[in-house]
């Protein structure tokens, strides 16, 4: 049986807009990758992280992509036979644009986009000439998702309360208006079709009503998005369901780049499989695989090679494990397995569930302990079984990415339950353990710098500088609260202070379980407001 996709389109989509914004000389070598896999399609998510005329707010300070960066990647993917598609948004998901009051007037609420307002279309139209200028794609994706609170907030104070569902046609076909003056057809993330008639993304009965599909203007396409089943028919189901909308949907997978340090490869090479499978039956043409960075982007998009990899032996009807292994060996010098190595600071007890203790354990502060009620007696250990393992890794083009892996895992082999033995000592009164940690605590610090030190090497290799100001923040942060808990410990056990009052109050159950996923640096780091 011919197991090979067909495919029109098959893509990859870059997140530039979570802070790491990648170098086009990086963009370009993913490129190179991409197109010896045989892959035709690379798309940058850019909220705000492109050059827009008349709009010199519009990213400033976010390391923007300028006009001639645009061009210049668009021509080398040219060169490569790929075509550059720029994802945008046009609804939700532009908070960083309100940091700057220009744009708050055209604030609805959190990060949506005021509807019916005539700036808002002045700014939509801005960015579409710019990418038209740049660009020679014809397509952009305008996003449109998640616009979980749309007219609740200013447009409600000006036009009362609005079927949402209206709000969002009448803003599509606006939007569908200006695009055609740009020649551009649209893709569309379809989950807020679902959302508003009443029913969740991924739960019940969708059944879109024949008028709505009616209303959906010619040039627009739906993106079915899903990164979390492992299940083909879950895939099956909800393909039919975007298929009654609108005929010839995109499929969006996920290469796991966004749950903190560590890609999940393991995870995403079982959602691939289903994902695949399920478009192939369904003869769905136009597929791509993201790579998101949530919450700070600390993710490098070249530690998925495997699962990269892989999708495109699935396109192509391999689905033999060990002859894609094999094939990748023979590309990179380096074994499939070996490679997977990095996911292992994300995955301590060998799951492919999504769990990411490398991040909430290293915020985990040491005397709050937000969240040592998940903290193992065993986490220390694995962490340094990790970190020896990654540090035996086959030198190739990649070690700053494993170097880096290992110095977190050194790290949390130290730092994973630094606070749970501080207060086991402190409740017991045991000045002589208490004393012991001092010096541990000046352990922890030196590694979280050789950590940093790595980390900002990985950034720099790949990333324009912008964003990683958000690193110096959490990480620095990070060594000066580590460095305050060791000179209070200090003074408690020289007698210099009484108590230490942080570790008199009993940590809660941030949930039942050792591991979880909680990629959320603001609310891991402390119970106070950031």
Known sequence: MNKSMNLETFGVMIDC????VMKPQTVMKYMDLIADFGYNCIMLYMEDTYTVVNQPYFGHGRGRYTAEELKS?????????????????????????????VYKRIRD????????????????DDMFASLSNCLTTKTVNIGMDEAHMLGRGRYFDRHGAQDRFDILLKHLNKVSEIA???DFKLLMWGDMFFRLLGNGYYDGENNVPEKVRKMIPDNVELVYWDYYSKNKADYDKRIKEHLSIKENIWFAGGLWTWSGFAPHNRFSLATTKAAFDSCREQGVKRVFLT?????????SKFSVLPSLFYASELVKGNDDFESVKKKFFDKFGIGFDEFMLLDLPLVPNGSDSIINSDKY????????????????????????????????????EYSYLFRTAAALCRLLEKKADIGVKTRAAYE????????????????????????????????????????FDVQDIRIGGLIMRLKHCKKRLTRYVSGEIARIEELE?????????????YNDWANTATANIL
């Open 428 to 467: 017991g009164g045991d000045a002589v353990r208490l004393e012991e940690l001092i010096g541990e605590y000046d352990t922890v610090i030196s590694l979280a710098e050789e950590f940093y030190n790595s980390f900002e090497k990985q950034w720099m290799t790949e990333n324009k500088p912008h964003g």
């Open 17 to 20: 807009s979570r802070n790491a």
């Open 291 to 299: 790579m998101w960075g949530d919450n700070g982007a600390e993710c």
């Open 180 to 182: 055609k003056k740009y």
């Open 73 to 101: 990647m668009d021509d080398y993917a040219a060169s490569k036979g790929i075509e550059l598609v720029p994802c945008i948004q046009t609804l939700a998901h532009l908070n960083a644009i309100f940091h700057w009051d």
């Open 505 to 517: 109050e009993k940590p809660l159950n941030i949930k039942n379980g050792t591991h979880l996923e």
């Open 361 to 396: 354990l290293l915020y985990n502060d040491c005397f709050v302990g937000l969240f040592d009620s998940v903290v193992s007696k065993d986490d220390g250990a694995n962490f340094g079984k990790m970190a020896e393992t990654l540090e035996a890794v086959t030198e190739n």
């Open 109 to 124: 609420c959190g990060d949506i986009l005021l509807c019916d307002d005539e700036n808002t279309y002045k700014l939509i």
